[in-house]
Nanobody, 114 residues
Framework: QVQLVESGGGLAQPGGSLRLSCVASGFTFSSYGIGWARQAPGKGLEWVSAIYSDGSDTGYADSVKGRFTISRDNSKNTVYLQMNSLKPEDSALYYC???????WGQGTQVTVSS
């Protein structure tokens, strides 16, 4: 079965960095785009970034453009989200998803606070 497992979240200071990982299994990873979304307490789900199946194209929400970088290693069935210059408003539960948003991971919590 399709599984997505996120990790790498935690507590960071404003201006700091974190790298999230999403490890996939149960499908042909190199054939599918992967996206990241986030949800802050009391707010709706916000799309953050996505990457094409072979990594040839990426996209970012305006709120993270220039600070976050998505990448993937198809040999490791893993997608990464490098988050730099973190802001308190980046605090949220971060999810990876695939299959036209049919499959989601359980999420990893990111908290940005001094």
């Amino acid at each position: 079965q399709v599984q997505l497992v996120e990790s790498g979240g935690g507590l960071a200071q404003p201006g700091g960095s974190l790298r999230l990982s999403c490890v996939a299994s149960g499908f042909t990873f190199s054939s599918y785009g992967i996206g990241w979304a986030r949800q802050a307490p009391g707010k709706g789900l916000e799309w953050v970034s996505a990457i094409y199946s072979d990594g040839s194209d990426t996209g970012y929400a305006d709120s993270v453009k220039g600070r976050f970088t998505i990448s993937r290693d198809n040999s490791k069935n893993t997608v990464y989200l490098q988050m730099n210059s973190l802001k308190p408003e980046d605090s949220a539960l971060y999810y990876c998803a695939t299959g036209g948003l049919k499959y989601w991971g359980q999420g990893t919590q990111v908290t940005v606070s001094s």
